[in-house]
């Protein structure tokens, strides 16, 4: 009891490594495609080295160790009025959740492709909306529930960080110029997810396996306001990609919006 009572109580140095780049974030059509779908300059990743053992467990206790750790809060920031500006404010509290991430194939999206979302070639399928007069069958599968293909990938597998991350890269930002074919989804997906979830290969079975924890989290002030955005948008998001082996951590973010001045 008094070990796993010092895994929850335990508290994390972190030390920010700026020099650790994300490939998907110095590729040019990666890049093309972030401002067409309205994320570009609104969605980054840093890289963080910690100094203890990370048990899942204790992963609310770690991802407040982070945010309260100076080294990392001199390197974060915040949108305000379109522009990335310095942390103001600390954070001083964190809902985390503990995101499933097992799959280390593209897989997951086959049933997407033979349910009538898409055509045999790719592009995505158009339909009627009330709200949006131009749809498709692809945000409705992500976003409606009474969809008819909502679960035509299942409820486990949408969980998945790497159906959330297709998620969040198909709705994009506020000045979304949505695709007409699946594959930049999809490609821009696996680059991504690729660059940030550690795996291993098995020696004797020769079988590969995600090693990353990935947490969601939304990190507040003491005013209530939500890191990185104040505004309560589902395409606002924070995770916490942490291999365990390494001791790094990956700090994934978007701001929903229009556009950004980087700093």
């Known amino acids: 009891m008094a070990a796993e009572k010092s895994a929850f109580d335990q508290t994390f140095c972190f030390t920010h490594l700026p020099s650790k780049k994300f490939p998907f974030l110095q590729d040019r059509a990666t890049l093309e495609l972030l401002m067409k779908w309205s994320m570009m300059g609104r969605i980054s990743a840093q890289s963080y080295s910690f100094d203890q053992s990370f048990y899942p467990y204790s992963s609310e206790n770690f991802a407040l160790s982070f945010f309260r750790n100076p080294n990392v809060a001199a ?23 503990v995101v499933p991430c097992s799959k280390v194939s593209m897989e997951l999206f086959d ?17 009627l909306h009330d709200v ?14 009474e969809s008819e293909h909502y679960y035509v990938v299942g409820r486990e597998e949408r969980g998945e960080f790497l159906f959330r991350l297709f998620k969040h890269l198909c709705l994009g930002g506020e000045l ?11 490609n821009t997906t696996k680059q991504i997810y690729k660059d940030l979830i550690s795996v291993q290969k ?3 079975t020769k079988e590969i396996s995600a ?3 990935v947490l969601r989290v939304h990190a507040y002030d003491e005013d209530g306001h939500r890191y990185p955005g104040k505004q309560d948008e589902e395409q606002t998001f924070v995770y916490l990609i942490v ?21």
């Open 176 to 186: 979304c110029q949505y695709e007409d074919t699946i594959e930049p989804y999809i």
């Open 211 to 213: 090693i990353s924890t």
């Open 111 to 127: 049933p997407i492709y033979s349910c009538g979302i898409v055509t045999p070639s790719g592009q995505i399928v158009k339909c």
């Open 132 to 145: 949006h007069p131009d749809y498709d069958e692809l945000r409705q599968m992500l976003q409606e529930e």
């Open 75 to 97: 390197s974060l920031r915040r949108m305000e009025a379109g522009a990335w500006v310095p942390l103001d404010k600390p954070v001083v509290s964190v809902d985390v959740e």
């Open 243 to 263: 291999d365990p082996f390494k001791r790094h951590v990956c700090l994934l973010y978007h701001c929903y919006g229009v556009g950004a001045f980087t700093l």
């Open 202 to 204: 098995n020696p004797e």
